[in-house]
């Protein structure tokens, strides 16, 4: 029973961390209507940037997060008005295709510039634990949870007690009403775009502690996002946040009762089972299109 007790938490921990990545990602969408295929790039180039300064000067990775939260607000700032406002109200396949590319594209960077090999960040800390009776909870895990949640929490106030949020939750429910009321519908997506790729920093510098990462990581890293915002609902914040924890703990029961390998394939057979059974996910809402000849 204690075993079962120390996986659950450590699930909901793991989950935490995963709900902070996938917000950008869904956010995006309930704003924009794009896919960011990018944002797996994003968190791997945030956990490179993140590791760089952690070996340089010894500051702590979850203190860094600060710093990148700014420095990709300002990245996804100037990529949205250098390339993602040109595709304009494209298709979504359209989003999907100029965003891969851009994370080629970043891939690619970091290939020249970093090598192509694993890294991870490893504070004093490191292989400590807090211990509560017989549980065990790696510091590494409880500390990125915290910064995870306290991110969650800041952005749940930006969008629900200021003008800015508002504005923002105006135009990913109704664009042309918020257009009528003087709601600047560009202006609006850079600045969801912005707040995504700065969420992306924050996970960024929790990821290069909990994982090791390589440039090629994020093919990984937005399969298991996109599994979770299916799974919440596309453009469902809420969603994205209860889908993170259940599949958190899916997640860590499968790699502790049946095998690690098998706990990898948790987010793709999620993808798989959640567009066959209910498409639109858990928070996601059934959109009738009727076309008259």
């Known amino acids: 029973m204690e075993h079962l007790v120390q996986s659950l938490i450590l699930g909901l921990l793991i989950g935490g961390v995963y709900?902070?990545?996938a917000s950008g990602l869904t956010l995006v969408f309930g704003v924009m209507r794009i896919i960011n295929v990018a944002h797996g790039a994003l968190l791997i180039a945030s956990a490179m940037i993140t590791w760089y300064i952690w070996r340089a000067t010894g500051i702590d990775p979850f203190l860094i997060a600060i710093l990148m939260t700014f420095l990709m607000f300002g990245v996804g700032w100037l990529l949205y008005r250098t390339v993602i406002s040109r595709i304009g109200a494209a298709s979504v396949s359209m989003?999907?295709?100029l965003t891969f590319g851009l994370a080629l594209t970043i891939e690619g960077l970091l290939n020249v510039f970093a090598g192509n090999?694993?890294?991870?960040a490893t504070p004093s800390y490191f292989d400590q634990s807090f211990r509560l009776g017989g549980l065990i909870f790696p510091k590494t895990q409880v500390y990125g949870a915290t910064v995870a949640l306290v991110m969650l929490a800041a952005l749940y106030f930006i969008l629900s007690k200021t003008w800015t949020g508002r504005a923002i939750r105006a135009t990913s429910q109704n664009p042309t009403s918020a257009a009528l009321i003087g709601v600047s519908a560009t202006g609006v997506a850079a600045l969801a775009f912005a707040i995504g790729t700065a969420t992306a920093g924050v996970g960024g510098s929790i990821l290069s502690v909990?994982?090791?990462f390589f440039p090629a990581s994020h093919y990984?890293?937005?399969s298991r996002l996109l599994g979770i915002v299916v799974l919440g609902g596309m453009g469902?914040?809420?969603g994205a946040f209860v889908a993170a924890l259940l599949l958190g703990l899916a997640e860590t029961l499968t790699a502790?009762?049946?095998s690690l390998q098998w706990a990898t394939l948790v987010f793709y057979m999620t993808i798989l089972v959640v567009l066959l059974v209910r498409p639109q996910g858990l928070f996601g809402s059934q959109l009738?299109?009727?076309v008259a000849a």
Not at 117 to 120: D, G, L, Q, T, V
């Open 236 to 238: 469902s914040l809420p």
């Open 256 to 258: 502790t009762y049946i």
């Open 117 to 120: 090999k694993f890294r991870s």
């Open 220 to 222: 990984d890293w937005i």
């Open 288 to 290: 009738r299109e009727d």
């Open 95 to 97: 989003s999907v295709l």
């Open 19 to 21: 709900a902070l990545m």
């Open 210 to 212: 909990l994982y090791p």
